[in-house]
C-alpha cells in the first residue's frame, strides 16, 4: 500500500503561481512512476503530468506545457508540482497518484494504483 496526501492548494488569482506537494508513505516511494491529475468541476479528469521513477524524464499534458513543473524527491518521499501563469481554467481539484510502472506510459493514463485525496485549486480573473 502507498499513502498519498496532498498540499499546497488555494486561491491565487491569474497569473500567480502555487506549489502542490505530495507526501507518500507506506511502500518504497521510489519504485512508481507519478503524476498530477486534475479534475474541473463538471468536466472529465486529466493527467496534466507525470514523471518516472528517478526523476529523470517526465510528461506534460499541451494546456500546462511551458507553465507546469513536475519534480520528486526521492529522500523525502515527496512529489511537486510548481504552477506558474496560473489561468482561471487550470481551476480543478488536483490529485496525485501513483503507478507500479517505473517509466510514464504517455498512451494512457488509467494504470494508476494510488491516489491521493486531492487538493482545490481556484485561479480567479
Known amino acids: 500500500q502507498l499513502q498519498l496526501v496532498e498540499s499546497g492548494g488555494g486561491l491565487v488569482q491569474a497569473g500567480g503561481s502555487l506549489r502542490l506537494s505530495c507526501v507518500a508513505s507506506g511502500r518504497t516511494f521510489g519504485s512508481y512512476s507519478l503524476a498530477w491529475f486534475r479534475r474541473p468541476q463538471g468536466k472529465e479528469r486529466e493527467r496534466v503530468a507525470a514523471i518516472n521513477y528517478s526523476g529523470s524524464n517526465t510528461y506534460y499534458a499541451d494546456p500546462v506545457k511551458g507553465r507546469f513543473t513536475i519534480s520528486r524527491d526521492n529522500v523525502k518521499n515527496t512529489l511537486y508540482l510548481q504552477m506558474n501563469s496560473l489561468k482561471p481554467e487550470d481551476t480543478a481539484v488536483y490529485y496525485c497518484?501513483?503507478?507500479?510502472?517505473?517509466?510514464?506510459?504517455?498512451?494512457?493514463?488509467?494504470?494508476?494504483?494510488?491516489w491521493g485525496q486531492g487538493t482545490q485549486v481556484t485561479v480567479s480573473s
Open positions: 497518484a501513483a503507478d507500479h510502472l517505473l517509466e510514464v506510459n504517455t498512451a494512457t493514463d488509467t494504470g494508476y494504483d494510488y
